[in-house]
C-alpha cells in the first residue's frame, strides 16, 4: 500500500527474486518477447507476399490453379503445419539435450538456431527455398527453449516471491508488446520487413549474453515415448 507523510508520497516499492539465475531468466524472456513483438510480428504477412509471388503448378494437379490470395494463404497454412509436426518429434530431443549438455549450453545453440532461422528468412525474400530451412530451424529453436525456460522458471524462483516475480515479468512484457509493433511496423514500412528479421537476429544474439549468465545443473530426468504414454494413463 501507498505510504503517505504530510509532505511528500512514498511510491510502492517493487523488486523481484534478485538472484543471477531469476534476472539472467528475466533478460531472456524480454527480450525474447521484444524480438517477437518486432521480427516475429510481421511473418505471417512475410510469409503471405512471399508465397503470393510463388506458382504451385509442378506440385498441384493441372485441374488445380492458384491465384496469388490463394497461393500466399496456402504457403502460411503449410510453414504453420510444418512447424507444428516437427516441433512434435524434436521434443523429446529437447528434453534430453538438457539433460546431456545442460541448461546453459542448450539456451546458447537455441539462439543459435534462431539467429540462422532469421537469416534464412532475409534470403527467403528473394529464394523462397530458404522458407523450408526457416521452418526446420524455428521449431528446432522453439522447442529447445520454451521446455527449459519454464522448468527453470519454476524451480529457480523462490516460492514466496513467485506470483510477484511473474507479475513484474509479465508487466515488462506488456510494456514491450505496447511500444514494439509500431516501431517495427515502421521500419518495415520504411525499410522493407525482411530488415526486421537482421533486427531479430541481432537481439538475439544479444539475449545469448543472458544465457551464459545462467548457472543451474543439468537435470536428471531422462526423456521418452514410453515415460509420456505411462504418463497419458495416470
Known amino acids: 500500500m501507498f505510504r503517505i507523510k504530510d509532505y511528500h508520497l512514498h511510491l510502492p516499492n517493487f523488486s ?53 490470395f490463394q497461393a500466399g494463404m496456402l504457403t502460411l497454412s ?39 532461422f532469421f537469416a534464412a528468412l532475409y534470403f527467403s525474400k528473394h529464394n523462397p527455398s530458404y522458407l523450408v530451412v526457416a521452418v526446420i530451424f524455428d521449431a528446432l529453436n522453439t522447442q529447445l527453449f520454451w521446455a527449459g525456460y519454464y522448468t527453470l522458471l519454476s524451480t529457480t524462483a523462490k516460492r514466496k516471491n513467485m506470483g510477484k516475480d511473474v507479475g513484474i515479468l509479465y508487466t515488462l512484457i506488456q510494456i514491450v508488446a505496447v511500444i514494439s509493433p509500431a516501431i517495427s511496423g515502421f521500419i518495415g514500412f520504411a525499410l522493407g520487413i525482411e530488415v526486421l528479421f537482421l533486427i531479430g537476429l ?30 497419458l494413463h495416470e
Not at 37 to 56: H, I, N, Q, R
Not at 82 to 89: M, Q, S
Not at 96 to 114: A, D, H
Not at 202 to 209: G, R, V
Request: charged share 15%; with cysteine.
Open 16 to 68: 523481484f527474486d534478485d538472484t543471477q539465475n531469476v534476472r539472467a531468466l528475466f533478460g531472456i524472456r524480454i527480450v525474447r518477447d521484444l524480438v517477437n513483438k518486432t521480427a516475429m510480428f510481421f511473418l505471417p504477412l512475410f510469409l503471405y507476399l512471399v508465397g503470393s509471388e510463388l506458382s504451385f503448378a509442378q506440385v498441384l494437379p493441372n485441374s488445380i490453379s492458384l491465384n496469388s
Open 78 to 116: 503449410l510453414y504453420y503445419i510444418a512447424h507444428g509436426v516437427l516441433g512434435f518429434f524434436v521434443i523429446l530431443f529437447a528434453g534430453n539435450l538438457y539433460q546431456s549438455i545442460g541448461y546453459q549450453k542448450t539456451f546458447v545453440f537455441s539462439f543459435l538456431l534462431r539467429c540462422i
Open 202 to 231: 541481432a537481439l538475439t544474439l544479444l539475449s545469448s549474453i543472458f544465457a551464459f549468465k545462467l548457472d543451474v545443473p543439468a537435470p536428471k530426468d531422462t526423456v521418452s515415448y514410453a515415460k509420456f504414454r505411462a504418463w
